[in-house]
């Protein structure tokens, strides 16, 4: 079955169908990872999103539901050059068509993703819809005139409160859109984790007494999520923090900072960050469409500690006189590398100094 993708700009692109049948709606991003198609899929923070993978042949090695980074995935649709029907791993039990079927993903394939991916780092991430069959080119424009939705976090967050029990620090994961191996990270290293709403107030979150509380990635505009901008003030000083992502970009706008859109936004396995304090570089993975305004870091008591070699933006920060720093890529890194797991023993180290030097070290005034 043919399936169409039509762009805000008028752009039409037209390929085969696989996956589901219908039509969707999402913001149109690129990724350049060359593997972890299933991580990049099952990672909330591409809610409502048309995923366009830059590598040319996605699906070869197929599904395995140990790749999960969520229950279930929220993207709208993948945007492939070619999918393969025959994947080939000892690990595989299911293709990738049939993954998007059972989950009412579309996917298109058979177009020219090199092109596609020029125009959205030429234009930028716009909106796009996907539909299968023969509608007019008139009826797409038309559906495409309406918003995307806007409340990515409260759809992907977790309704109920989860508890990793262990023997180690106590940290209380607040779940903006959590990936599976953030909690992986942290049990390896003999934590309690306990995963709360995005929601949760601070006096909740305190009631369990948390050695840490680590801020989760997640989709969208931080600017959306008001309530947990307030909360993160409330918790300041408190107890360690520790955010990633949209986890970052939320303690700065509660440290008084601001963010704003990318073009295109940082979206792979491959960003070169350096690390400003030993000038080490790592590389690492990455997918969020907003950033930090570093000029409006001033006056803030925020210090930039890693910054993009490709693009100079913020990619961390740390509280000059408070216990809390973040990055805005992913240090549990699945899919990409492991250059940057020590960041979750500098959150261990970090909650052991607290505990041991006192709250009143950290305190304002």
Same mark, same amino acid.
């Given at each position: +079955?043919?399936?169409?993708?039509?762009?805000?700009? %008028? @752009?039409?692109?037209?390929?085969?169908?696989? #996956? *589901?049948?219908?039509? =969707?709606?999402?913001?149109?991003?690129?990724?350049?990872?060359?593997?972890?198609?299933?991580?990049?899929?099952?990672?909330?923070?591409?809610?409502?999103?048309?995923?366009?993978?830059?590598?040319?042949?996605?699906?070869?090695?197929?599904?395995?539901?140990?790749?999960?980074?969520?229950?279930?995935?929220?993207?709208?649709?993948?945007?492939?050059?070619?999918?393969?029907?025959?994947?080939?791993?000892?690990?595989?039990?299911?293709?990738?068509?049939?993954?998007?079927?059972?989950?009412?993903?579309?996917?298109?394939?058979?177009?020219?993703?090199? +092109?596609?991916?020029?125009?959205?780092?030429?234009? %930028? @991430?716009?909106?796009?819809?996907?539909?299968? #069959? *023969?509608?007019?080119? =008139?009826?797409?424009?038309?559906?495409?005139?309406?918003?995307?939705?806007?409340?990515?976090?409260?759809?992907?967050?977790?309704?109920?409160?989860?508890?990793?029990?262990?023997?180690?620090?106590?940290?209380?994961?607040?779940?903006?859109?959590?990936?599976?191996?953030?909690?992986?990270?942290?049990?390896?290293?003999?934590?309690?984790?306990?995963?709360?709403?995005?929601?949760?107030?601070?006096?909740?979150?305190?009631?369990?007494?948390?050695?840490?509380i680590l801020l989760s990635n997640g989709p969208g505009n931080p600017k959306s999520?008001?309530?947990?901008?307030?909360?993160?003030?409330?918790?300041?000083?408190?107890?360690?923090?520790?955010?990633?992502?949209? #986890?970052?970009?939320?303690? =700065?706008?509660?440290?008084?900072?601001?963010t704003r859109k990318m073009k295109f936004g940082h979206r792979g396995g491959n960003?070169?960050?350096?690390?400003?304090?030993?000038?080490?570089?790592?590389?690492?993975?990455?997918?969020?469409?907003?950033?930090?305004?570093?000029?409006?870091?001033?006056?803030?008591?925020?210090?930039?500690?890693?910054?993009?070699?490709?693009?100079?933006?913020?990619?961390?920060?740390?509280?000059?006189?408070?216990?809390?720093?973040?990055?805005?890529?992913?240090p549990e890194s699945s899919p990409g590398p492991l250059d940057s797991s020590y960041?979750?023993?500098?959150?261990?180290?970090?909650?052991?100094?607290?505990?041991?030097?006192?709250?009143?070290?950290?305190?304002?005034?």
């Amino acid at each position: +079955m043919k399936a169409h993708l039509l762009l805000e700009d %008028g @752009t039409l692109f037209t390929g085969e169908s696989f #996956g *589901s049948e219908g039509e =969707a709606m999402g913001e149109v991003v690129f990724n350049t990872s060359m593997t972890g198609y299933q991580e990049v899929l099952t990672d909330p923070s591409y809610a409502n999103q048309f995923i366009t993978m830059t590598y040319p042949l996605i699906g070869n090695y197929g599904i395995s539901r140990d790749d999960h980074e969520a229950l279930m995935p929220y993207a709208k649709g993948l945007i492939v050059r070619e999918h393969a029907t025959n994947p080939s791993n000892w690990r595989n039990e299911n293709t990738i068509s049939h993954f998007l079927k059972e989950h009412q993903i579309l996917g298109i394939s058979g177009i020219d993703t090199r +092109m596609l991916t020029r125009r959205i780092r030429q234009n %930028g @991430t716009m909106k796009g819809i996907i539909a299968t #069959g *023969s509608p007019t080119i =008139a009826e797409l424009t038309e559906r495409l005139a309406q918003p995307l939705l806007t409340n990515q976090v409260e759809m992907v967050s977790t309704k109920s409160i989860h508890i990793a029990p262990s023997f180690g620090k106590r940290v209380v994961l607040v779940d903006y859109g959590s990936k599976y191996n953030i909690q992986r990270e942290l049990v390896e290293r003999h934590c309690e984790v306990i995963t709360v709403p995005y929601d949760t107030s601070a006096t909740d979150i305190l009631k369990f007494k948390p050695d840490g509380i680590l801020l989760s990635n997640g989709p969208g505009n931080p600017k959306s999520v008001p309530v947990s901008i307030a909360t993160i003030q409330a918790l300041l000083g408190k107890v360690p923090i520790f955010g990633i992502c949209l #986890g970052h970009q939320l303690l =700065a706008l509660a440290c008084g900072a601001d963010t704003r859109k990318m073009k295109f936004g940082h979206r792979g396995g491959n960003h070169p960050v350096k690390e400003l304090r030993t000038g080490r570089t790592v590389i690492t993975s990455q997918n969020h469409g907003y950033t930090v305004d570093e000029t409006s870091l001033t006056g803030t008591q925020l210090e930039v500690s890693h910054r993009a070699l490709n693009d100079e933006t913020v990619e961390g920060l740390v509280h000059q006189t408070l216990p809390a720093f973040s990055v805005q890529y992913h240090p549990e890194s699945s899919p990409g590398p492991l250059d940057s797991s020590y960041l979750f023993d500098q959150f261990i180290d970090l909650m052991e100094a607290f505990n041991q030097k006192g709250v009143a070290l950290y305190a304002k005034g």
